[in-house]
């Protein structure tokens, strides 16, 4: 009498599960095609406003998210702008070496903040052939000066206090000043002079 040969399941339980799971999450996505969100509709003043934001973030190169826009209630004019976040993101493409900002209390107004960012760039592979060229001329004064103007920090400054701020803001003066610093310097470090809100001073 031949003994039969127990077999191991194809499936653990947990795997089964799992398919099964699977399967019914599909159905529910089946059933959800068949009965569509509605569009959104936007009204016409909604829509001028996504165009001009969509067309913002394309002219600056940034990802829609990073823009956003006021819309001035007495003439309707939409005025797109910049988020912080896109600002250090458009920083990161252009890969910095580093980025150090330092705040201090404002030495004339009192609980007032003066900021001070500084952005140093990080050398390229055509910067570094460059000066590799120039190490080969022996001379080095030559060397030194080029490779100070190639890693030359951009230094920008911003303050924040009841003279520049708007009402309510008082409690974020330190945060402010800080932001208006690192807005200006990277304005300056990329070449893109890109406001941001809290700039206005």
């Known amino acids: 009498m031949r003994m039969g040969v127990e077999r191991e ?14 399967v019914d999450r599909e159905e529910a996505r089946k059933e959800m095609a068949k009965h569509p969100r509605k569009a959104i509709e936007l009204t016409p003043a909604e829509q001028r406003k996504a165009l001009v934001v969509k067309d913002a973030a394309k002219f600056w190169n940034v990802p829609d998210h990073f823009v956003l826009a006021f819309v001035n209630p007495q003439t309707g004019d939409v005025a797109p702008y910049i988020t912080k976040a896109g600002k250090l993101w458009i ?3 252009h890969h910095p070496r580093s980025v150090q ?30 000066l590799e060229k ?12 080029v490779f100070r103007e190639l890693t030359k920090p951009t230094i ?33 470090f990329t070449g893109l002079a890109l406001p941001i809100p809290e700039e206005d001073e």
């Open 134 to 145: 120039l190490a080969e001329t022996k001379d080095r004064d030559l060397f030194l000066q």
């Open 91 to 93: 920083l990161a493409q």
């Open 101 to 130: 900002t330092k705040v201090e209390p404002h030495p004339s107004f009192e609980g007032g903040w003066i900021a001070t960012a500084e952005i140093v760039p990080d050398l390229s592979d055509k910067d570094r052939a460059f």
């Open 9 to 22: 399941p194809w499936f653990s339980k947990e795997e089964a599960e799992r398919a099964i799971a699977e």
């Open 156 to 188: 920008a400054t911003g303050s924040a206090h009841e003279g520049n701020l708007k009402g309510g803001q008082g409690p974020w003066a330190r945060e402010m000043a800080e932001t208006r610093a690192l807005s200006r310097a990277i304005s300056a």
